[in-house]
């Protein structure tokens, strides 16, 4: 069974930084692709970013390309998600996600078998 643990979230300034980390450990750990997503109060859970582990090859959901950047360091297995520019609209509650299985994409919550507990990320205005 894998285990995720996400942390870094916090209050943060828009314009401001965060990096959030996801450590995964677990002797069946498979080490495909790694992805965060995100939930704000009152709206469905939603794509952010997703890392390939074997070639570091990295998804984007629309609204944080060129602000967000996914990355995995292998001895770690751990991933980062470094946020930069951050906007109030960022606000939520962050997970990471793991054991996808199923079709190429990087984008269906539905895929992946193992999540974090969250770590909540605000942003003031």
């Known amino acids: 069974q894998v285990q995720l643990v996400e942390s870094g979230g916090g209050l943060v300034q828009a314009g401001g930084s965060l990096r959030l980390s996801c450590a995964a450990s677990g002797r069946t750990f498979s080490r495909s692709a790694m992805g965060w997503f995100r939930q704000a109060a009152g709206k469905d859970r939603e794509f952010v970013a997703a890392i390939r582990w074997s070639d570091s090859s990295n998804y984007y959901a629309d609204a944080v390309k060129g602000r967000f950047t996914i990355s995995r360091d292998n001895a770690k297995n751990t991933a980062y998600l470094q946020m930069n520019s951050l906007k109030p609209e960022d606000t939520a509650v962050y997970y990471c996600?793991?054991?996808?299985?199923?079709?190429?994409?990087?984008?269906?919550?539905?895929?992946?078998?193992?999540w974090g507990q969250g770590t909540q990320v605000t942003v003031s205005s």
């Open positions: 996600a793991a054991e996808k299985r199923g079709s190429n994409r990087f984008d269906r919550s539905w895929e992946y078998r193992a």
